[in-house]
């Protein structure tokens, strides 16, 4: 046995057979179930000569073929790409191209895409269509790429466990968001990924596990009903989901974020554990269910007991409401990338919720980096500001991009460090306070402004939905921090406005000099920031005077 995803996965397969796994709608696949699927699909794509080390790109939204996929791909040993659905043709093509994709695991609806981008890309020799989650009834023309539909590349496939021995060493690829440029391929050893983003190791307390252990867990009653937000596309709510296969638990999904149906599904099946993406899932989940309370008829959720944020703000206007609407449960602001997985977690309460950014206990093998990349001591340098950066189970590097490999992943003092460019604040207890993404700090004037910590304040204003900051260049200061806004329904604001509101909460030279509002923040589907973009709607309201 290994370290791998395929055995962990079969591990608790052979612990809780029984027990219901995954749930999309009102479908619902046991271990068993989920086993024997991701066998047959192993097999085909096996039969079609897929094997250890291919490329194999899932790309639909969030059902149970996509859980299948993820783990038939696994169990051959071939190498998992995550698609963004969203991506239009450009975009497809540097994916396909840049991860040497050779079969393809794709929803029917997007057909027509695939149709245009096949021709030219010799190495993707084999489609599986399954079935769109959200139009069942699709029939979108596959021939154009010789699509075999879902159900017939399984018919005839053994449902048997007859795979070979795998390993440690097996790579699974996550391509980032490409949030500040072209997404990159992050090549993770099994063992790794599972060590820091798996449950590998206990998150809290630091303590690896053994191999067993998460499938001892799920041998046991009253596993957790778990529901994480994000689309499996993205790197967290894939690991997350593979996170609680491991030991037993119950994962529901939804093909699509709906602030209402989300609550529904909630309080219908008895959710515990909720996974969201900062504020662009919390305001809208917030507001409907203060909107549900004030009808007089509110969602009943008595088992929600934990509430998880990561990969964006979760700011705190709106974390004081859901910390009023639910008073006994946990709160965790987690921190990591796809090149780190998980760095640290906080446990938060009303009482102390920083105005600066998300406080969390670093975990095992962080440390914060000085401007020469020499490792601060936590203790007797609070209050400096570092690059963070995780030793031990890091990634082998991006995938065919040796130069960024080398920027991104350093040796220091003989150990191995993904530093991704995450800043953050040193406090005390082994504590920090997250700034933001270097890549998007805006100089202005000799100062340095992290726009994770401007958006925080911002958006305790009124009139304020949602915020991205940026740099835009200036004649005078370099750069000049700009506001790109979204508005609430029918609220009006002027830059003047909202610099006398932030004085209370920033430095002079941190408040916005510009202000461009816009109908809707550019996000990706996971909800993070996209910052290039933003710039250039900040850009273009500057040259037209919009």
């Avoid at 192993?42 to 079609?48: E, I, V």
């Avoid at 890309?121 to 539909?149: C, R």
């Avoid at 209402?260 to 900062?278: A, H, K, P, S």
């Avoid at 305001?283 to 944020?309: M, Q």
Wanted: glycine share 8%.
């Amino acid at each position: 046995m290994a370290l791998n995803i395929a055995d962990l996965f079969e591990h608790a397969v052979d612990a809780a057979p029984d027990k219901p796994a995954v749930k999309v709608g009102e479908r619902t696949m046991t271990y068993a179930e989920l086993e024997a699927e991701s066998n047959r699909l192993a097999h085909y794509l096996a039969s079609r000569g897929v094997g250890a080390g291919d490329h194999v790109a899932v790309y639909a939204k969030n059902s149970l073929e996509h859980v299948v996929s993820v783990l038939a791909v696994c169990k051959i040993r071939a190498v998992n790409i995550n698609v963004n659905y969203r991506y239009v043709e450009g975009e497809l093509d540097y994916l396909f191209d840049n991860a040497d994709v050779v079969a393809l695991l794709v929803e029917r609806t997007y057909a027509p895409l695939v149709a245009s981008c096949y021709p030219k890309h010799e190495k993707l020799q084999t489609v599986v269509v399954m079935p769109d989650v959200l139009e069942p009834d699709d029939t979108s023309d596959i021939s154009a790429f010789d699509g075999v539909l879902w159900d017939d590349a399984l018919a005839d496939q053994s449902a048997e466990r007859d795979f070979g021995p795998r390993s440690n060493d097996d790579l699974h690829i996550i391509y980032t968001g490409g949030t500040t440029g072209f997404p990159k391929g992050v090549m993770w050893r099994h063992e790794d990924f599972w060590r820091v983003l798996g449950g590998g190791i206990d998150f809290m307390t630091g303590q690896p596990l053994e191999e067993y252990d998460q499938s001892a867990q799920a041998a046991q009653d009253g596993r957790m009903v778990t529901f994480p937000l994000s689309p499996l596309m993205h790197g967290g709510a894939q690991a997350g989901l593979l996170m609680h296969l491991f030991a037993g638990h119950l994962t529901i999904l939804e093909p699509k974020f709906d602030a209402v149906r989300t609550w529904e599904i909630i309080e219908r099946d008895g959710v515990q554990l909720i996974f969201m993406t900062g504020d662009a899932m919390a305001r809208p989940l917030i507001e409907a269910y203060e909107a549900k309370a004030a009808s007089g008829t509110p969602y009943d959720c008595p088992n929600l007991l934990a509430i998880s944020s990561s990969a964006a703000i979760f700011s705190p206007p709106v974390k004081e409401r859901w910390m009023k609407a639910f008073p006994n449960s946990f709160f965790t602001d987690s921190i990591g990338a796809s090149e780190t997985g998980f760095q640290g977690t906080g446990l938060q309460d009303a009482a102390n919720i920083s105005p600066d950014g998300p406080i969390v206990a670093l975990g095992p093998h962080v440390v914060v980096l000085d401007e020469d990349n020499r490792p601060l001591d936590i203790a007797t340098n609070v209050g400096k500001v570092g690059r963070l950066a995780r030793g031990g189970h890091v990634p082998v590097g991006y995938y065919k991009d040796e130069r960024k490999s080398a920027e991104t992943f350093l040796v220091i003092d003989g150990e191995r460090y993904s530093v991704p460019g995450d800043f953050a604040r040193i406090e005390t207890d082994n504590r920090v306070t997250m700034l933001g993404r270097g890549s998007n700090c805006v100089n202005t004037g000799g100062e340095k402004v992290f726009p994770e910590e401007v958006e925080m304040a911002i958006k305790r204003h009124p009139s304020v939905y949602d915020v991205l900051v940026v740099g835009v260049p200036d004649e005078r200061y370099g750069q000049a921090v700009t506001a790109v806004v979204e508005l609430r329904e029918g609220a009006t604001l002027e830059l003047e406005e909202l610099r006398e509101f932030l004085r209370e909460y920033l430095s002079g030279y941190k408040l916005p000099r510009q202000m461009t509002v816009v109908d809707q923040i550019p996000r990706n589907a996971t909800g993070k920031a996209q910052y290039p973009r933003a710039k250039e709607l900040a850009l273009e309201s500057l040259a037209t005077g919009v």
